[in-house]
């Protein structure tokens, strides 16, 4: 049998408010059996509208540990006490639903990710930072998000030189048809 760490990884990285989650929300809803949205592993406490899996798999703090010791989770953060990672038995789970794992994640997981996995392709979202303005205020974001994310714009866009393929996101319906083209 082929060795599934050879099975394809898609991550979908850009600034905020260029529309990765649409993105992948849209791709998952319209191929539900080729793409599985790739969730981190957290040891933060779930708020209230959130289940396991959504937006993480939360975790105990012991439970982390464990993982990291035995190899499952194979990159992480420490911010302000919370951990946060990637498990590898989550991908392992989704090849062997024979589904493409999509995931969001910067420049330290892509590398996390390519070190492990053979076949990982990158695209990098971007649109015009107006426009995102526009976006971030549209998706009801708090005024003073909207100003640390537009700060965040400038250093995250430098980013996109290490990404496969870098994808203006004017238009919604063009970006799926080239996530799919790449993909095929
Ligand atoms: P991200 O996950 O990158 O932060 P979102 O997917 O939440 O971004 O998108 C930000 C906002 O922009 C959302 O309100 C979404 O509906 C909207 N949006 C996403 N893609 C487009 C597009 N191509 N054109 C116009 N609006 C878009």
Do not use: W
């Amino acid at each position: 049998m082929a060795d599934k760490k050879e099975n394809r990884i898609i991550v979908i990285e850009g600034p905020s408010g260029a529309g990765k989650d649409t993105i992948i929300k849209t791709l998952m809803q319209r191929y539900p059996e080729r793409f599985g949205k790739l969730v981190s592993v957290a040891t933060r406490a779930m708020r209230p509208n959130e289940s396991e899996g959504n937006p993480y798999h939360f975790v105990t703090n012991e439970e982390f540990d464990r993982m990291v010791e035995n190899g499952d989770i194979f990159e992480h953060t420490i911010r302000h006490g919370e951990k946060r990672g990637m498990s590898e038995r989550y991908i392992l789970e989704m090849f062997n639903a024979n589904k493409i794992p999509l995931k969001d994640c910067d420049i330290v997981g892509v590398r996390a990710l390519k070190s492990r996995f053979a076949n990982v392709t990158t695209i990098f979202i971007t649109a015009d930072k107006k426009e995102i303005e526009r976006r971030l205020h549209g998706r009801g974001d708090q005024p003073e998000d909207i100003e640390r994310r537009l700060k965040d714009y400038d250093k995250c866009i430098l980013d996109a030189k290490y990404y496969d393929y870098v994808l203006n996101n004017d238009d919604l319906e063009k970006t799926i048809d080239k996530i799919i083209q790449i993909i095929s």
